[in-house]
C-alpha cells in the first residue's frame, strides 16, 4: 500500500465525523411565520401569497405547513413576482444553523434573483434517514408557496451541510446543481459522474482540501461537469464574493443548457473581465494565479462564446517556468503532508501525552512560522485541522466500544488540541460517568458548560447519564445548559 493510499484511507474514514461546537442562531433579527394551511401544490397563486405573508427582501423563519418541527430560514429576493419563476438554493449548515448562510449570502440572493432557504434540521451527527424526510419536507414546503423554477434547483452546503448538499441531489433527480463548500460527497466512490452539475469550494488551509483534490480528479475522468475552486483561508463558509462566482457559474450553466436566455451582452462583458483578471495578475508576476484563472473562465463561459484566448494564454502559462516551481512545490508539500499525516496518526496509539505536547507544540510553531513557504504553512494548518477531526473520531470511537482505558488517553490528546471545544469535556463526563465517578462527571459537564456546550436534548438522550446518583445536581446541570443554550 503507497504513502498516498494510505493517507486517503484514513481521510475518508473521516468524513462524516465532525467534533466542532454548536452555535446558536440569532432569531432576534427574523420574524417566525407559522402556516395553518397544508397545500403543497407546487403551483404558486396570490391567495397563497397573501396568506403566507412571505415578505421580499426580508430574512424570515418559517415552519412547514406538514410538520411545525421542521423549519428553515427564507429569504425571497427583493424584485420578486408571482408572474417569474425563480430558482431556489437550499442550504446546509453543519450545526444547523440556517439563517447563518442565508444572511451570508442574501445580498447575492437580491444580486441574481435566487431564493435562499436555510434548513434548521440538518446537522452533523444526524443519520440520514432522519435528515433527508426533513429535508424533502421543506422543499415541498417551499415549492408549494413559492414560484420556483424546477428546472433550477440547487443545494449547498459547508463542511458536513456539504455532504448533505451532495446527497440531496445523489439521492433523486429533483437538484440540478451543487455548491459544495469544505467538504466533498457523502462517501467514497471512484470517477464520480452525476447528472447534476458540481461547483466545488475549498481553502489552502482547509483539511479537507486533499478529498476535495481527489473529488476533482474523480469527476474529470467521469466527465461530470464541475469546477473547484481553491480559496484563501480555512475550514468555513466561504465569503460573499467567492460564492459570487459559484452563483454565476451555476447562472451561466443554465443558460448553456437553454433553461434561462442567453445574455450576449453579460457574456461579452465577463470576456473583458475575465482577460482582465488575468492580465492583471501576469502584471503581480502570479503566473499560477494567473493560470488559475484561465481554467475558471473558461469553466464559465465555454459553449457560450469562443474560449479559445483563455485556452492559449492557459497553455502558455502551464509551460513556463514559474508555474512548473509551483506545481513542483505542491507536490513536495503534497508528499510531506502525507508523511506527518502518518506519524501522527499512528502516534494516537503508540505515544504518550508528553510525546504528544512536545510534538503538537512543534507543529503549531510551524503554522506561524512567517519564513516557511505559504504552501508549507498552509499544510501545517490543515494537518492541525484534521488532528482535531482525528482526535474527535478516536475519543468518540473508544467510548463507542466502551474501551474506557484508551479513551481517557484520546481524550487529552483532544483537549490539548482544540481546548476550546466543549466536546472533549462532555465526552470525558461520559467516560467518567461510566466508571461510576460521578464527581468527576459532574466536573466535567460543568466544564462543558463553560466552554458552550448547549445540547440539552443530547444530555437526556445519553443513556449514561439517566443512572446519575445526585438527581438533584443532575437537573441543575441540565437547566444550566437549557439557560446557556438561550443566552
Known amino acids: 500500500m503507497t504513502s498516498r493510499n494510505f493517507y486517503w484511507i484514513i481521510v475518508f474514514a473521516l468524513l462524516l465525523t465532525f467534533g466542532c461546537e454548536k452555535k446558536k442562531a440569532d432569531k432576534t433579527e427574523e420574524k417566525e411565520i407559522t402556516v395553518n394551511g397544508t397545500n403543497t401544490d407546487t403551483d404558486t397563486t396570490s391567495e397563497k401569497k397573501l396568506e403566507l405573508d412571505l415578505t421580499p427582501g426580508k430574512i424570515q423563519t418559517v415552519k412547514a405547513s406538514k410538520d411545525s418541527l421542521v423549519k428553515y430560514s427564507l429569504y425571497i429576493p427583493k424584485s420578486y413576482s408571482e ?37 434548521y434540521n440538518s446537522e452533523n451527527g444526524l443519520a440520514w434517514d432522519k435528515i433527508q424526510p426533513k429535508i424533502m419536507v421543506m422543499m415541498e414546503d417551499c415549492k408549494s408557496k413559492l414560484s420556483i423554477d424546477k428546472n433550477r434547483i440547487y443545494t449547498s452546503g459547508f463542511s458536513g451541510g456539504s455532504r448533505v448538499a451532495s446527497g440531496m441531489a445523489i439521492s433523486g433527480d429533483e437538484v440540478k446543481g451543487v ?7 457523502p462517501g467514497k466512490s471512484n470517477n464520480i459522474g452525476y447528472p447534476f452539475d458540481y461547483y466545488g469550494i475549498v481553502g489552502e488551509e482547509d483539511f479537507n482540501l486533499g478529498e476535495v483534490r481527489q473529488l476533482d480528479m474523480s469527476m474529470n475522468n467521469s466527465g461530470m461537469t464541475h469546477f473547484i475552486c481553491e480559496i484563501k483561508g480555512g ?17 451561466m450553466n443554465a443558460m448553456r443548457k437553454n433553461v434561462i ?33 484561465c481554467k475558471k473562465w473558461i469553466s464559465i463561459l465555454k459553449d457560450l462564446t469562443s474560449v479559445d484566448a483563455f485556452k492559449t494564454e492557459g497553455n502558455t502559462l502551464f509551460q513556463s517556468e514559474p508555474v512548473k516551481v509551483k ?11 502525507v508523511e506527518l499525516t502518518r506519524k501522527f496518526w499512528s ?12 510534538n503538537y507544540s512543534n507543529l503549531l510553531t510551524m503554522t506561524q512560522n512567517n519564513t516557511l513557504p505559504q504552501e508549507e504553512r498552509s499544510m501545517y494548518k490543515r494537518l492541525k485541522g484534521f488532528l482535531g477531526l482525528a482526535a474527535f473520531s478516536f475519543s468518540n470511537s473508544a467510548i463507542q466500544q466502551t474501551d474506557y482505558e484508551k479513551a481517557p488517553k484520546f481524550l487529552q490528546i483532544y483537549e490539548l488540541i482544540e481546548p476550546k471545544n466543549s466536546e472533549h469535556a462532555y465526552l470525558h463526563a ?23 456546550f448547549t445540547d440539552t436534548n443530547r444530555v437526556e438522550e445519553d443513556k449514561i447519564f439517566n443512572d446519575a446518583p445526585n438527581q438533584q445536581e443532575y437537573k441543575l446541570l441540565l437547566s444550566q445548559i437549557k439557560l446557556k443554550a438561550k443566552s
Not at 502584471?283 to 494565479?289: A, C, G, P, R
Not at 464527581?439 to 466552554?451: F, G, H, I, W
Request: with cysteine.
Open 430 to 452: 461520559k467516560v467518567y460517568a461510566a466508571k461510576g465517578n460521578w464527581k468527576l462527571a459532574y466536573a466535567s459537564l460543568n466544564k462543558a458548560v463553560r466552554l458552550g
Open 83 to 119: 408572474s417569474k419563476k425563480y430558482p431556489i438554493v437550499y442550504m446546509f449548515d453543519p450545526q444547523g444553523d440556517g439563517k447563518l448562510p442565508v444572511e451570508k449570502y442574501q445580498q447575492l440572493a437580491d444580486r441574481f434573483e435566487m431564493i435562499l432557504a436555510g434548513s
Open 235 to 251: 475550514h468555513q463558509w466561504p465569503e460573499a464574493q467567492d460564492m459570487q462566482t459559484a452563483f454565476l457559474w451555476l447562472k
Open 261 to 293: 436566455p442567453k445574455n450576449q451582452s453579460l457574456v461579452d462583458s465577463l470576456v473583458n473581465a475575465g482577460m482582465s483578471e488575468i492580465n492583471q495578475k501576469k502584471k503581480k508576476n502570479e503566473s499560477y494565479e494567473a493560470l488559475v484563472a
Open 327 to 337: 506545481l513542483a512545490k505542491i507536490t513536495i508539500v503534497e508528499e510531506k503532508e
Open 347 to 358: 502516534a494516537f496509539e503508540k505515544e504518550d501525552i508528553q510525546w504528544w505536547k512536545s
Open 179 to 185: 455548491i459544495g463548500c469544505g467538504g466533498g460527497f
